[in-house]
Nanobody, 125 residues
Framework: QVQLVESGGGLVRAGGSLRLSCAASGRTFSNYAMGWFRQAPGKEREFVAAISWSGGSTYYQDSVKGRFTISRDNAKNTVFLQMNSLKPEDTAVYYC??????????????????WGQGTQVTVSS
């Protein structure tokens, strides 16, 4: 079992920044891949970013490349999503996810076994 708890969401103006955190517990965090997804009202949950077990590999959705950075601190069992130059279209509930089966990048939503409860990010224009 893996428990994930996100934090760091909030309300920010367009052009601003937020840093999301996801604290993991229950299994050896450094052994598995992590990702961030988001879901806007009326839309399906979509991939945002993923990171390998060591943090050495990362992958992003095209719309967030150059603005968002995913990272992890295995000593603190935490994965982060630094979001800069935020846009109103980034407004969504953001979820972190864990895939203990894999140590490399996982992009597809079905690859993840564990999910956090989500944190709301609202970007005003």
């Amino acid at each position: 079992q893996v428990q994930l708890v996100e934090s760091g969401g909030g309300l920010v103006r367009a052009g601003g920044s937020l840093r999301l955190s996801c604290a993991a517990s229950g299994r050896t965090f450094s052994n598995y891949a992590m990702g961030w997804f988001r879901q806007a009202p009326g839309k399906e949950r979509e991939f945002v970013a993923a990171i390998s077990w060591s943090g050495g590999s990362t992958y992003y959705q095209d719309s967030v490349k150059g603005r968002f950075t995913i990272s992890r601190d295995n000593a603190k069992n935490t994965v982060f999503l630094q979001m800069n130059s935020l846009k109103p279209e980034d407004t969504a509930v953001y979820y972190c996810a864990a895939d203990p089966k894999s140590r490399s990048i996982v992009v597809h939503i079905t690859g993840y076994d564990y999910w956090g409860q989500g944190t709301q990010v609202t970007v005003s224009s």
